[in-house]
């Protein structure tokens, strides 16, 4: 069935909102639902709390092993409870054009139908990037009556990745190339930086930098009250470091402290204000999301796509300047059994293990993708396998002709390659013929 053929079977319904799921009351949305609740407020909180002890830890005790951890794993096992492996599953391979609203509806609808038996409430969540979003809210809008179980979201990790030309034309030449440039990096390096081209690049340069200034803001502070005497490094298991430092902090009043201190800068040093602004608004949640993430954390993620919001519109990143606002208005009207979901897990745990889980549309980069692309650049027996289930179906027989005449030329070249092994060319080595 092509998407041509499903469209005569959809009939054409009255546009409705694109927040409507069908619910018995809909709750009248206002401004003060885009600010963060008490849930979100606490977990935001909780992790600057732990980011202060982390960083005072890093400070004051560079050399020791066990604060060598990143603070992403510390954060996972301090806050997260065991972490089940994830169950993936491949249904099919359509072979459509992926940026058409026709081929979103197809899928849709091949989802619906597909998860109908097995699905009691019989919704379904299609996530993808900030075009797909587009694409399915304009079905939602089109076909929202048929499409009532249908729920849209954004993917977190292309969330992320628009984020960073945000904080780079913010902060790139204000001071950011400089520090990349004592730190060593030249050229092409410091152009991928600035145009954001190399997601993970860029990812580790931002979460360095943060911790650096973090660093060089703490290093400013008095620490007559964080003394190696006073405080040992004596109980060295993940899950109790960091709360062993964060009750140390609290009973010297430290943490309040250094937070009066930091406001007494930036009211009299516009220098110190802005970087304050990196350290704990612009750039903090950038990471508060990449968190979220890493742990599954819930109302850490809405909390971070709430800080995100007006930075999107204020630096013209038009796509998601639209879509977060939507994506919040929707999870006002999602049904509450999903969002109890969602708040038990809306990340992929692919091997299991505390602070390793990763988001939904990066999971399909990291799966369904680049299975698809080993399978036809690099056509091993494995991945024919993994993915000949789901891919005979859409693709056309010329296709799969040429996939297999590549894979048999492939496995030929490896035999003959075989036949003149690197052995049998060194018996031969210096060896010489004469003719009579």
């Given amino acids: 069935m092509t998407p041509r053929n499903l469209a005569k079977q959809i009939k054409m319904a009255t546009p409705i909102s694109l927040q409507d799921h069908s619910q018995p009351s809909q709750k009248t949305k206002s401004i003060a639902d885009f600010k963060e609740n008490e849930y979100e407020t606490r977990e935001r909180k909780r992790l600057e709390r732990k980011m202060l002890a982390y960083n005072f830890l890093k400070h004051q005790f560079p050399k020791k092993e066990e604060v060598l951890h990143e603070f992403k794993d510390l954060y996972a096992y301090s806050t997260q409870d065991a972490v089940e492996k994830s169950n993936i599953y491949y249904i099919e391979m359509v072979d459509e054009n992926p940026d058409s609203s026709d081929t979103m509806r197809f899928v849709a609808e091949l989802l619906l139908s597909t998860t109908a038996s ?15 979003y587009q694409h399915l809210m304009e079905i939602k809008h089109t076909y929202g009556a048929s499409l009532h179980k249908l729920l849209i979201y954004p993917g977190e990790w292309h969330t992320l990745a628009n984020f960073q030309p945000v904080l780079m034309k913010i902060y790139y030449h204000a001071g950011l190339k400089q520090l990349a440039q004592a730190s060593g990096f030249r050229a092409e390096t410091l152009t991928s930086f600035e145009k954001c081209s190399n997601f993970a690049r860029t990812h580790h340069f931002l979460l360095q930098a943060w911790q650096a200034i973090y660093r060089a803001l703490i290093a400013a ?64 949640c950038y990471i508060q999301l990449f968190l979220a993430i890493r742990c599954g954390n819930w109302h850490l993620r809405n909390s971070a796509l709430k800080q995100m919001a007006p930075l999107f519109f204020a630096f013209d990143r038009t796509t998601y300047q639209r879509l977060i606002p939507y994506h919040l208005a929707d999870l006002l009207k999602f049904p509450p059994n999903i969002l109890k979901h969602l708040q038990k897990g809306f990340t992929v745990a692919i091997n299991g293990g ?10 399909h980069e990291m799966c369904v993708n680049k299975d698809l692309k080993m399978a036809i650049t690099h056509p091993t027996q494995s991945y024919l396998q993994k993915t000949s289930l789901f891919m005979r179906h859409r693709i056309s027989c010329a296709t799969r002709a040429c996939y297999l005449s590549y894979f048999q030329s492939s496995i030929w070249m490896a035999n003959f390659c075989s036949m003149f092994s690197r052995t049998d060319l060194q018996s031969n080595r210096g060896k010489k013929t004469y003719k009579k």
Wanted: net charge negative.
């Fill in 221 to 284: 502070f008095n620490l007559t009250d964080l003394t190696d005497s006073e405080f040992k490094l004596e109980n060295t298991e993940l899950r109790t470091i960091l709360i062993d430092m964060e009750t140390f902090l609290e009973s010297k009043a430290t943490d309040q402290k250094f937070k009066t201190t930091m406001d007494e800068k930036i009211l009299s040093d516009d220098t110190w204000k802005f970087w304050y602004r990196f350290v704990f608004s612009d750039c903090f």
């Fill in 118 to 132: 097995n699905n009691q409430e019989g919704y379904i969540i299609l996530i993808g990037d900030g075009k797909t």
């Fill in 354 to 363: 505390k602070g390793h889980e990763v988001a939904l549309d990066e999971a």
